[in-house]
């Protein structure tokens, strides 16, 4: 067996119905193939999962990944990827149809994995009553969950730790709301580190897994320590003299408040209003700083540490803290909810976090009932006598304690936006999303890259797959470097004649996303941030930052290419997983709604998308990938990858797609499918 | 007599973000490997209260590990750093129970001591410090300065009500600039 460095070479698989467990060895050729963290994970749930197959079967997989770079020097190497078939996500074809879903968290519970001498771990089946999992290297145990069942993420953590009586410990944990299957309910690691989307606190709720324990005492090796040790360095110098590292430790994420409104694009009841006024008065980062922070957190081994521990000095909830928010969870749950009352907002996101829901999929479904109050599509006789207005904290705060524990009407909203509006029949226009996955706060209408990115993101909307950060003026200003490297000088010269309104246009769009995915997905392959090469970026590109780090760490004959190439397999066996359900072009778009209505102020007031720049966006795009105008995957592209095996899977899928294109039904939500493929 | 001219590591565990940088640091530079438990420096955690205390030898000028050692193993250097002999340490541990910080741990790999060395005068100063450049949890200071930005943080409390009210200096500039 070849020997290992950088990667362990084994991964866990947990077999929660028996309560047994096997520990494989994997070939070097499996990490050349799927390099780590995220793309483990998806290689599983494609080929460990079948059609049709329920996300909380007992069958179906649950896989907690790390790459080659977590736990060790390397800055910004604390990143662990969840994966499970999506029980949140859903086609417009249908609300059974589920895609791949995964989710990205920071913390130490990768580290903690890796030193446990694994570099992945896969739950499947299902506990006769609730269970909990110890990990200690080698040793593993299943121990009773009934005295943590119903616990908050933060207390069972706490519970955990004193139990195990070991401070090294690393626990990844569901709340009451992946206990209640929720289906956005997201997983907890390190007492408020969140991986929220997509729902895979639901899958592992279905599992009757409470939580992992996970320490271990395997030191990481290294292939070349000398350069190892030389490159990081490097690296952490670079993050040390860059403005926006420096911005971002002093600020947090919510430095993009600032940013964000000034070119309008912060969600504002229910995302469709496109700009709230006073934003920078109210969320700016440095105004949070002064007013709430405890202390700064920070992920393993990252020197930014741009997580947040939030204190409530005054006011009416003077002396709560809680870990956290980020800007995301500040924006769904508060701008997204049209609230300025930035305390109660805060608390809102701790409380949400500690009942392990997903603050942007919460904040979406919170927003959605006020807007549909405040349209006259729902009244309280359809909610049990509660009435939602914008910007009422008190009945977030208790609808978000209902969704949790899916009481009265929160269990409706605990099934996400797209299946509540298709329950009830009402508000089905309200819904911003894409398979079946709320909008993040950016507006797309606005930013074209993360518009075309929310449509073809292989998770459903958002943001973090497609990362094209380099869209944003003050991004592509400072790495301009970038620009010619992904367009060609030509390409490039074109990008700065439409410069800065290049942002509101679709043109470079396709070109700029194909790279964006695959820089992104990297930083995921490795396990490191994709901040630090993406919104704040600093860190540079994948290649100068991440590339040389995987290479000497594990010594590996890989070059640049071939990595870049594995993520570009990672992006496809993942869409894979849609579009052997039939789901392709028809998803690969946005609800009516941003068509027709402008935003409604700011500097971009009236701007819409256009329908026939969509569709050739749409086809553009597949291009850059190789795919076909349905947007699947050729079998000239299959082969390419090394991923024959799905050339049979996508022929069937093109048959179901193309089949549902002619008929006369309709999608679940108005969204725009190109009129040609009607036909 | 002159004034002592060793540097010493201060911490300042309110700035402390629990991020473990300065651990992986210490780690890979003393064992070209990454573990918190190869590492000399610890953050102890308090997770519920999201508090962190860097814990690393403060090489105490009068050292009971220095003292306690049956084989005169712990010593300390030119640069202020009290460190283990390994030929000498028998490995007995006296010196873990006697040090008031916890700072004197155990080299996994071979059972005896170990403790911070300040890492032997390498040019880039400790690595555990300049991994935490950006919280700043972590300074190499003279002696003599160790309690300086402590001192003066508790006197900024006391001078805040002594100071006169806060003023534009815009509003005033006149003054310097006729």
Same mark, same amino acid.
């Given at each position: 067996?070849?020997?290992?460095?950088?990667?362990?070479?084994?991964?866990?698989?947990?077999?929660?119905?028996?309560?047994?467990?096997?520990?494989?060895?994997?070939?070097?050729?499996?990490?050349?193939?799927?390099?780590?963290?995220?793309?483990? &994970?998806?290689?599983?749930?494609?080929?460990?999962?079948?059609?049709?197959?329920?996300?909380?079967?007992?069958?179906?997989?649950?896989?907690?990944?790390?790459?080659?770079?977590?736990?060790?020097?390397?800055?910004?190497?604390?990143?662990?990827?969840?994966?499970?078939?999506?029980?949140?996500?859903?086609?417009?074809?249908?609300?059974?149809?589920?895609?791949?879903?995964?989710?990205?968290?920071?913390?130490?519970?990768?580290?903690?994995?890796?030193?446990?001498?694994?570099?992945?771990?896969?739950?499947?089946?299902?506990?006769?009553?609730?269970?909990?999992?110890?990990?200690?290297?080698?040793?593993?145990?299943?121990?009773?969950?009934?005295?943590?069942?119903?616990?908050?993420?933060?207390?069972?953590?706490?519970?955990?730790?004193?139990?195990?009586? +070991?401070?090294?410990?690393?626990?990844?944990?569901?709340?009451?709301?992946?206990? +209640?299957?929720?289906?956005?309910?997201?997983?907890?690691?390190?007492?408020?580190?969140?991986?929220?989307?997509?729902?895979?606190?639901?899958?592992?709720? @279905?599992?009757?897994?409470?939580?992992?324990?996970?320490?271990?005492?395997?030191?990481?090796?290294?292939?070349?320590?000398?350069?190892?040790?030389?490159?990081?360095?490097?690296?952490?110098?670079?993050?040390?003299?860059?403005?926006?590292?420096?911005?971002?430790?002093?600020? *947090?994420?919510?430095?993009?408040?600032?940013?964000? +409104?000034?070119?309008?694009?912060?969600?504002?009841? &229910?995302?469709?209003?496109?700009?709230?006024?006073?934003?920078?008065?109210?969320?700016?980062?440095?105004?949070?700083?002064?007013?709430?922070?405890?202390?700064?957190?920070?992920?393993?081994?990252?020197?930014? @540490? #741009?997580?947040?521990?939030?204190?409530?000095?005054?006011?009416?909830?003077?002396?709560?803290?809680?870990?956290?928010?980020?800007?995301?969870?500040?924006?769904?749950?508060?701008?997204?909810?049209?609230?300025?009352?930035?305390?109660?907002?805060?608390?809102?996101?701790?409380?949400?976090?500690?009942?392990?829901?997903? @603050?942007?999929?919460?904040?979406?479904?919170?927003?959605?009932?006020?807007?549909?109050?405040?349209? *006259?599509?729902?009244?309280?006789?359809?909610?049990?006598?509660?009435?939602?207005?914008?910007?009422?904290?008190?009945? !977030?705060?208790?609808?978000?304690?209902?969704?949790?524990?899916?009481?009265?009407?929160?269990?409706?909203?605990?099934?996400?936006?797209?299946?509540?509006?298709?329950?009830?029949?009402?508000?089905?226009?309200?819904?911003?999303?894409?398979?079946?996955?709320?909008?993040?706060?950016?507006?797309?209408?606005?930013?074209?890259?993360?518009?075309?990115?929310?449509?073809?993101?292989?998770?459903?909307?958002?943001?973090?797959? &497609?990362?094209?950060?380099?869209?944003?003026?003050?991004?592509?200003? !400072?790495?301009?470097?970038?620009?010619?490297?992904?367009?060609?000088?030509?390409?490039?010269?074109?990008?700065?004649?439409?410069?800065?309104?290049?942002?509101?246009?679709?043109?470079?769009?396709?070109?700029?996303?194909?790279?964006?995915?695959?820089?992104?997905?990297?930083?995921?392959?490795?396990?490191?941030? #994709?901040?630090?090469?993406?919104?704040?970026?600093?860190?540079?590109?994948?290649?100068?930052?991440?590339?040389?780090?995987?290479?000497?760490?594990?010594?590996?004959?890989? +070059?640049?290419?071939?990595?870049?190439?594995?993520?570009?397999?990672?992006?496809?066996?993942?869409?894979?997983?849609?579009?052997?359900?039939?789901?392709?072009?028809?998803?690969?778009?946005?609800?009516?709604?941003?068509?027709?209505?402008?935003?409604?102020?700011?500097?971009?007031?009236?701007?819409?998308?256009?329908?026939?720049?969509?569709?050739?966006?749409?086809?553009?795009?597949?291009?850059?990938?190789?795919?076909?105008?349905?947007?699947?995957?050729?079998?000239?592209?299959?082969?390419?990858?090394?991923?024959?095996?799905?050339?049979?899977?996508?022929?069937?899928?093109?048959?179901? #797609?193309?089949?549902?294109?002619? @008929?006369?039904?309709?999608?679940?939500?108005?969204?725009?499918?190109?009129?040609?493929?009607?036909? | 007599?002159?004034?002592?001219?060793?540097?010493?590591?201060?911490?300042?565990?309110?700035?402390?973000?629990?991020?473990?940088?300065?651990?992986?640091?210490?780690?890979?530079?003393?064992?070209?490997?990454?573990?918190?438990?190869?590492?000399?420096?610890?953050?102890?955690?308090?997770?519920?209260?999201?508090?962190?205390?860097?814990?690393?030898?403060?090489?105490?000028?009068?050292?009971?590990?220095?003292?306690?050692?049956?084989?005169?193993?712990?010593?300390?250097?030119?640069?202020?750093?009290?460190? /283990?002999?390994?030929?000498?340490?028998?490995?007995?541990?006296?010196? /873990?129970? /006697?040090?008031?910080?916890?700072?004197?741990?155990?080299?996994?790999?071979?059972?005896?001591?170990?403790?911070?060395?300040?890492?032997?005068?390498?040019?880039?100063?400790?690595?555990?410090?300049?991994?935490? /450049?950006?919280?700043?949890?972590?300074?190499?200071?003279?002696?003599?300065?160790?309690?300086?930005?402590?001192?003066?943080?508790?006197?900024?409390?006391?001078?805040?009500?002594?100071?006169?009210?806060?003023?534009?200096?815009?509003?005033?500039?006149?003054?310097?600039?006729?």
């Amino acid at each position: 067996m070849a020997d290992f460095h950088g990667w362990r070479g084994r991964r866990l698989r947990l077999d929660m119905t028996n309560l047994t467990y096997v520990i494989e060895k994997l070939p070097m050729e499996h990490y050349t193939k799927w390099v780590g963290g995220r793309g483990l &994970n998806s290689d599983v749930i494609y080929h460990e999962t079948t059609l049709g197959m329920d996300p909380l079967d007992p069958a179906a997989p649950l896989c907690f990944g790390s790459g080659p770079l977590a736990g060790t020097f390397a800055p910004l190497s604390g990143r662990t990827t969840v994966s499970a078939l999506s029980p949140m996500t859903s086609s417009v074809m249908g609300m059974d149809i589920h895609g791949h879903g995964d989710t990205n968290m920071g913390g130490a519970f990768g580290p903690a994995m890796k030193y446990a001498g694994y570099d992945q771990i896969i739950v499947k089946g299902k506990a006769a009553k609730p269970t909990w999992v110890v990990i200690d290297g080698d040793r593993v145990e299943f121990r009773d969950a009934g005295h943590l069942w119903g616990l908050g993420s933060k207390k069972t953590t706490i519970k955990i730790l004193e139990e195990l009586d +070991n401070p090294d410990v690393r626990v990844a944990c569901i709340g009451p709301a992946g206990e +209640n299957l929720v289906k956005f309910a997201c997983v907890i690691n390190n007492m408020s580190a969140a991986g929220g989307r997509t729902g895979m606190g639901c899958v592992m709720g @279905s599992k009757n897994l409470k939580a992992i324990a996970v320490f271990g005492d395997k030191p990481i090796t290294v292939a070349e320590p000398e350069k190892f040790m030389k490159q990081c360095w490097d690296l952490r110098d670079r993050i040390h003299n860059s403005p926006s590292a420096i911005r971002r430790h002093a600020e *947090g994420s919510m430095d993009l408040f600032d940013v964000g +409104n000034a070119i309008g694009i912060n969600a504002y009841k &229910n995302a469709f209003a496109g700009y709230m006024p006073r934003i920078e008065e109210v969320y700016g980062g440095l105004q949070w700083a002064q007013k709430f922070l405890f202390r700064r957190k920070g992920c393993w081994s990252c020197p930014v @540490s #741009c997580g947040r521990y939030t204190l409530i000095k005054e006011g009416k909830w003077a002396g709560y803290h809680c870990g956290g928010p980020e800007m995301e969870s500040n924006c769904n749950l508060g701008c997204r909810i049209a609230s300025y009352d930035l305390a109660g907002v805060n608390v809102l996101c701790g409380v949400v976090n500690d009942l392990g829901m997903d @603050s942007i999929s919460c904040g979406a479904a919170l927003s959605w009932t006020m807007e549909c109050f405040e349209k *006259g599509y729902l009244t309280e006789e359809d909610t049990g006598g509660i009435r939602l207005e914008w910007a009422d904290i008190e009945t !977030s705060l208790k609808v978000a304690d209902m969704i949790a524990h899916r009481e009265g009407f929160g269990d409706l909203l605990a099934g996400g936006n797209v299946r509540i509006a298709n329950k009830l029949n009402k508000g089905l226009d309200c819904v911003p999303h894409c398979r079946g996955l709320e909008h993040i706060s950016v507006d797309p209408r606005i930013t074209m890259g993360f518009s075309l990115g929310y449509a073809m993101s292989t998770r459903g909307s958002d943001h973090l797959k &497609n990362y094209s950060c380099l869209e944003f003026p003050g991004c592509a200003k !400072s790495r301009a470097y970038q620009i010619e490297e992904i367009f060609g000088a030509e390409g490039a010269e074109k990008f700065w004649e439409d410069f800065p309104k290049e942002m509101t246009e679709l043109d470079t769009k396709p070109v700029l996303c194909t790279w964006s995915e695959k820089n992104k997905c990297v930083a995921d392959l490795v396990s490191c941030c #994709c901040q630090a090469i993406g919104s704040w970026g600093g860190a540079g590109s994948w290649k100068e930052a991440y590339y040389p780090l995987f290479k000497l760490i594990t010594g590996t004959d890989m +070059n640049d290419d071939d990595l870049f190439k594995a993520a570009e397999r990672v992006v496809n066996i993942e869409r894979a997983v849609w579009l052997r359900s039939g789901s392709g072009i028809q998803d690969d778009t946005h609800v009516d709604r941003f068509f027709d209505e402008g935003v409604v102020d700011g500097p971009f007031k009236g701007k819409k998308l256009d329908r026939e720049k969509w569709a050739w966006a749409q086809q553009a795009y597949y291009k850059c990938h190789g795919w076909d105008e349905y947007g699947f995957i050729t079998p000239e592209k299959a082969k390419d990858l090394g991923l024959d095996e799905i050339i049979p899977d996508m022929e069937k899928g093109k048959e179901i #797609c193309k089949e549902w294109l002619k @008929s006369d039904k309709q999608p679940t939500t108005p969204v725009f499918i190109p009129e040609s493929f009607r036909k | 007599m002159a004034l002592k001219e060793e540097k010493v590591i201060v911490v300042d565990a309110d700035k402390c973000t629990g991020c473990h940088s300065c651990e992986m640091a210490c780690s890979i530079k003393h064992f070209g490997k990454n573990h918190s438990y190869l590492s000399r420096i610890r953050i102890q955690e308090f997770r519920d209260v999201h508090t962190f205390v860097p814990v690393i030898c403060q090489a105490c000028e009068d050292a009971p590990c220095v003292k306690v050692c049956p084989m005169n193993a712990r010593v300390r250097l030119d640069s202020g750093a009290v460190v /283990t002999q390994d030929d000498k340490c028998i490995g007995c541990r006296a010196c /873990t129970y /006697t040090c008031p910080f916890g700072a004197s741990v155990v080299n996994p790999e071979n059972g005896k001591t170990m403790s911070c060395d300040l890492c032997m005068g390498d040019e880039l100063g400790p690595w555990c410090v300049k991994a935490c /450049t950006m919280q700043k949890a972590l300074k190499f200071v003279r002696a003599q300065d160790a309690a300086r930005a402590k001192g003066r943080d508790m006197a900024r409390l006391i001078a805040e009500d002594l100071m006169p009210p806060k003023q534009d200096e815009d509003e005033f500039s006149f003054s310097f600039s006729c």
